[in-house]
């Protein structure tokens, strides 16, 4: 079957027909509608700005309806009073003022400050609520108990509170010990001298003034014992936290017996390519050209050319399906579409 093409010319009636179609339909439709109170008729014209006196191209008529029988006007009634539903529908005058009605906001405030009456008492009012009280208080009589109550349980507070100083003071006491009377910064300079002091100082050394006086008259003393100390703790370092010993000699052994058992033995493999690692084959990587190569790993003789010979056959099987599809393509006469078929899509 021959193919039909559409040459330039028959692009160019194409264009000028679909063109002409288009403003044919858009020629029918409404483009802009007004409205004449007079008449009261809509008019929809196909024109973008008609004139004023331009006869519409469609025009209906809107009826009027007259609702004023619909709502009845309600009579002996007083401006400004609220207007309230009846059961059959119909309207009345409350009797009520609009402005005697109070707001929300108001009534919650009056709510708050009055308050509300407890479950349990029959009275809507608070005025009700003081009576039915009243009543009660008159009939049965007042009950304090719940009053005595809460005077019994703050006492018991009271006598728990008092035993418990009691027993504060006791352990006070217990803890001061002979010191009983003293200061607390007088305990802890004694306390302080104890442990500064040996019990067999001599008598010039023997009191924390002394040994203050004794550092200020020997300032280098004190200074070179102090960088002396510094000097010893930055060479010998501290011990991790992680770690178990509690002297540096003892971590250093930790370390040495941990460097003693992280040693491998490294000896060549049973297979080639590989090294043993205490006694286990483990393969090396990274040796690049230098690595072991096995001769089955290389292409058996004249594969490289079998597998030229492959690609250019199948190379020459795809060019001859091309030059079959060209030669179809060339053989192939092509039909213009003519001027009648065009215009027929119009008709």
């Known amino acids: 079957m021959a193919e039909k093409y559409v040459s330039l010319e028959r692009l160019t009636q194409y264009d000028g027909l679909i063109k002409n179609y288009i403003n044919t339909a858009d020629a029918k439709a409404f483009k802009t509608a007004k409205f ?3 008449t009261r008729k809509l008019k929809l014209f196909k024109a973008e700005s008609p004139a004023d006196d331009a006869t519409a191209d469609f025009e209906v008529v809107i009826p009027e309806t007259d609702v004023s029988g619909l709502l009845a006007k309600l009579t002996g009634v007083t401006e400004g009073d609220v207007v309230i539903a009846n059961a059959d529908g119909t309207v009345k005058d409350s009797g009520v003022k609009l402005a005697d009605l109070a707001l929300k906001s108001e009534v919650s405030t009056v709510s708050d400050l009055v308050g509300t009456i407890p479950d349990g008492y029959d009275a809507i009012t608070i005025a009700e609520y003081a009576k039915e009280l009243a009543d009660n208080v008159a009939a049965n009589g007042y009950d304090d108990t719940e009053v005595k109550g809460l005077i019994q349980d703050n006492t018991d507070d009271i006598t728990e509170l008092g035993n418990r100083v009691t027993t504060v003071e ?5 803890m001061f010990g002979s010191d009983t009377g003293k ?3 007088t305990i802890a300079n004694e306390e302080l001298a104890k442990q500064l002091i040996a019990e067999n100082a001599s008598e010039s050394l023997d009191t924390l003034e002394e040994i203050a006086a004794w550092i200020q008259s020997h300032p280098n003393d004190a200074s070179a014992m102090s960088k002396a100390i510094d000097d010893l703790e930055a060479l010998v370092g501290t011990i991790p936290e992680d770690a178990t010993a509690n ?3 003892g971590y250093i ?4 017996a941990q460097v003693k058992g992280s040693v491998k033995e490294v000896k060549s493999g049973t297979t080639n390519g590989t090294i043993a ?3 286990t084959d483990v393969a090396v990587t990274g040796l690049g050209s230098a690595a072991y190569k096995s001769d089955t790993d290389f292409d058996s003789s ?3 050319n079998a597998a030229e010979v492959n690609s250019k056959a199948y ?3 795809l060019n001859t399906a091309m030059d079959t599809r060209v030669t179809a393509l060339e053989d192939a006469t092509p039909i213009a579409i003519t001027e009648d078929e065009i215009s027929n899509l119009f008709s």
Request: aromatic content about 0%; overall charge negative.
């Open 277 to 279: 690692v205490d006694g």
């Open 247 to 249: 002297t540096i000699v």
């Open 302 to 304: 004249g594969s490289a």
């Open 315 to 317: 190379a020459d099987t």
């Open 253 to 256: 052994d930790e370390l040495i």
């Open 170 to 174: 006791g352990s006070i006491t217990t």
């Open 36 to 38: 004449d109170d007079a």
């Open 183 to 185: 200061s607390v910064r």
